[in-house]
């Protein structure tokens, strides 16, 4: 086995195969609708509907025939075979890598299946619209409701984890993720720092291409696999 503790930070790029909009491409989210409107605490606070229905329709259609495809799956296979440690980091509010068989994951921007209540700061599940009478169910507060998302200016969460897994790691790929947002855009020069090998793969050259050792682009769907098969052939 060459590696023996993988750390996987996956963007909105693996699971644009699955026909869910990514960001920053042609036709993504953020030529749709603004960050500042829907992705901050400000825009939440200046208009809470708007932002709610942006993320109802959002967990709506992620509950309506979207499925994981084979990058997903190419993932879950490798962390169920593989020898050593296998971590993901996910950028993705979706449940498709959960889906597609991954159980050593972590949602660091938050999980669009679940609400998160502001009065007692604990998240739920919750596969519904957030409206504005939505009950908490663990404190049974009305209307205090918001999806367990992190927006801009907010921490991402389980950092302190992914920073010491980052450290102790010796192969880290970046896959599917535009390298344009912190502080997932700076794992890579962590896991450089902690001599792991980089890769990544991606559709194309990502803002942070330069700090990778090794590249593979094309689809996730199409490279992800292979590069799986690799490591799991590997002696
Ligand atoms: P972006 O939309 O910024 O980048 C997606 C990346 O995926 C781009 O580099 C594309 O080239 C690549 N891509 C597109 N289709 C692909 C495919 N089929 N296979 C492989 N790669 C493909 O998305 P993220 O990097 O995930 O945060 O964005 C990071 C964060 O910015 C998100 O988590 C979100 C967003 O604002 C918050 O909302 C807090």
Not at 198 to 220: C, I, Q
Request: hydrophobic share 35%.
């Amino acid at each position: 086995m060459k590696h023996e503790r993988i750390v996987i930070l996956t963007g909105a790029g693996i699971s644009a195969e699955s026909g869910i909009s990514t960001f920053r491409d042609q036709g993504g989210l953020w030529e749709q609708y603004r960050l500042e409107d829907v992705a901050t605490p400000e825009g939440f606070r200046r208009n809470p509907d708007t932002v709610q229905a942006f993320y109802n329709e959002r967990r709506r259609q992620l509950q309506e025939g979207v499925e994981p495809n084979a990058g997903h799956k190419a993932l879950a296979r490798l962390e169920q075979h593989y020898p050593g440690q296998v971590l993901l980091v996910t950028q993705n509010v979706d449940d498709l890598h959960e889906r597609a068989g991954s159980c050593n994951l972590i949602h660091m921007h938050g999980d669009l299946l679940q609400a998160w209540c502001e009065v007692c700061h604990q998240p739920s599940d919750w596969h519904e619209p957030i409206e504005a009478d939505s009950v908490c169910p663990a404190c049974g507060t009305t209307g205090r409701l918001r999806p367990n998302v992190v927006w801009f200016g907010e921490m991402p969460q389980q950092m302190e984890r992914i920073q010491g897994e980052l450290a102790a790691c010796d192969l880290f790929l970046a896959v599917g993720t535009s390298g344009q947002v912190y502080p997932a855009a700076g794992f890579v020069e962590l896991a450089r720092s902690a001599g792991a090998h980089t890769v990544e793969l991606n559709l194309e050259a990502s803002e942070m291409n330069s700090a990778f050792d090794e590249h593979r682009h094309g689809r996730a769907g199409e490279v992800v696999p292979p590069y799986v098969e690799e490591l799991l052939g590997a002696p």
